[in-house]
């Protein structure tokens, strides 16, 4: 079974910015995919970034050229970079992390990320 463990959130000013990490235990293969989703109060859970281990990246329309996905395979944790924060980036993060193309997602705790203006 796939842990994840989630750091990195916090509260900032748009513009800013800030970095999340998500590290993986539990798998003794190369993680399938790794990524992020978010949540804001109300709404539902959207995907923000996805990495597979082929290195191949998704994002959502909303973050492209502002955020950035990568992962570390030897350490099986993933990072997201999120630069030019706006406040309706403001959501839970949650890590996700796939061990195969027919699995289950295992989900990190989430962290909560705080935009103001």
């Known amino acids: 079974q796939v842990q994840l463990v989630e750091s990195g959130g916090g509260k900032v000013q748009a513009g800013e910015s800030l970095s999340l990490s998500c590290a993986a235990s539990?798998?003794?293969?190369?993680?399938?995919?790794m990524g992020w989703y978010r949540q804001a109060p109300g709404k539902q859970r959207d995907l923000v970034a996805r990495i597979f281990n082929q290195g191949t990246t998704n994002y959502a329309d909303s973050v492209k050229d502002r955020f950035t996905i990568s992962r570390d395979n030897a350490k099986n944790t993933v990072y997201l970079q999120m630069n030019s924060l706006r406040p309706e980036d403001t959501a839970v993060y949650y890590c996700?992390?796939?061990?195969?193309?027919?699995?289950?997602?295992?989900w990190g705790q989430g962290t909560l990320v705080t935009v103001s203006s």
């Open positions: 539990g798998s003794s293969r190369s993680l399938y995919a």
């Open positions: 996700y992390a796939k061990a195969g193309p027919l699995t289950l997602n295992a």
